[in-house]
């Protein structure tokens, strides 16, 4: 499978003229924290900037021009957690150069982007905590517990037969959740599922057996019990997508995938695939 390229890297004057031209009226519709995110993807920086490869979800419609990075997960004492690489201190990133024998890096960089390149967590050498947290608000069944509780496994227990009226039934139960954001840190939000897709696609059964092997092999050891996670952060123009989360998905065939309603864009959290982009510089 081919790799898939940013559209616009930071360097190129496409990047440029975007940041030139968005006018008052995109930034309002964005919002003021989509328009923040918005600066900081324009904007030069720092340090650990440059061409980063990644395993995501598949960007499979709409404007955004790659995929979401996939988080491996760990669990630990029955909660999850996301694996944060070893910092490389002549790169100056946190990275693992063949993730599970696939021979595909798993890095900090691959989070260096609308804005993230800012948070606290994305430092290579930062202590934060690595436990998904909880955020409530997107799924009726996260409104029992509180904001900040650990995601646990015996939280996802009926995930065989979840749904909420969204698509189809028995695809996994998701959740949302903030990761290495400690305190006042600025958040990481992730997307958790647990599904019974996850198993299949890791040993490659069926229909997910044209996933290319570099690619299954890193799938399988970065998800664990049916678990897996992605950054929610849309490549296009940085807004929070959601794994069933609007009805109005539908119209886009996207309601049993990853829909992003600013501007359509469609992944397919069952479509794992590698990518590369130029990561932006974390400030200095």
């Known amino acids: 499978m ?38 900081s993807t324009t904007s030069s920086g720092g340090v650990g900037g440059g061409s980063s490869t990644y395993v995501a979800i598949e960007n499979t419609a709409g404007p955004a ?16 957690n996301g694996l944060w690489p070893e910092y490389d201190p002549e790169r100056g990133i946190a990275i693992e150069d063949d993730f599970g024998g696939s021979g595909i890096p798993y890095s900090s960089q691959m989070l260096q982007y609308c ?5 606290e967590g994305v430092q290579p050498q ?48 998701p959740a949302t959740a903030n990761w290495r954001s400690d305190g006042d840190a600025q958040s990481i939000t992730v997307q958790v599922l647990r599904s019974p897709e996850v198993p299949k696609i890791a040993n490659g059964e069926g229909k997910y057996s044209s996933v290319p092997g570099p690619v299954q092999q890193y799938f399988a050891e970065a998800t664990e ?15 929070n997508p959601g794994y069933k989360t609007l009805s109005g ?10 829909y992003c309603q600013c501007h359509q864009s469609v992944y397919d ?3 794992p695939t590698q990518v590369t982009f130029t990561a932006l510089p974390r400030p200095l």
């Not at 390229?5 to 031209?21: C, H, I, L, M, N």
């Not at 979401?68 to 999850?80: K, N, S, V, W």
């Open 2 to 39: 081919p790799l898939d390229e940013d559209k616009y890297p930071a360097e190129s004057g496409r990047r440029r003229f975007v940041k030139g031209v968005v006018g008052s009226a995109t930034l309002s519709s964005v919002g003021a924290g989509g328009a923040a995110a918005l600066e």
């Open 65 to 80: 021009p790659r995929g979401m990075p996939i988080i491996p997960i760990t669990i630990e004492d029955g909660e999850l």
């Open 115 to 119: 804005g993230l390149q800012t948070a």
């Open 126 to 173: 930062a202590d934060q905590n690595n436990t998904f947290t909880m955020t409530t608000g997107d799924y009726d069944w996260q409104s029992e517990y509180s904001d900040g509780d650990p995601l646990t496994v015996d939280m996802f227990d009926n995930y065989e037969e979840w749904g909420n009226d969204i698509g189809s039934d028995g695809l996994g139960k």
């Open 225 to 239: 019990q049916s678990f897996m996670a992605w950054v929610n952060k849309c490549t296009h123009f940085c807004c």
């Open 249 to 258: 998905a539908a119209a886009y065939n996207a309601e049993d995938k990853v």
């Open 269 to 271: 959290p069952f479509s």
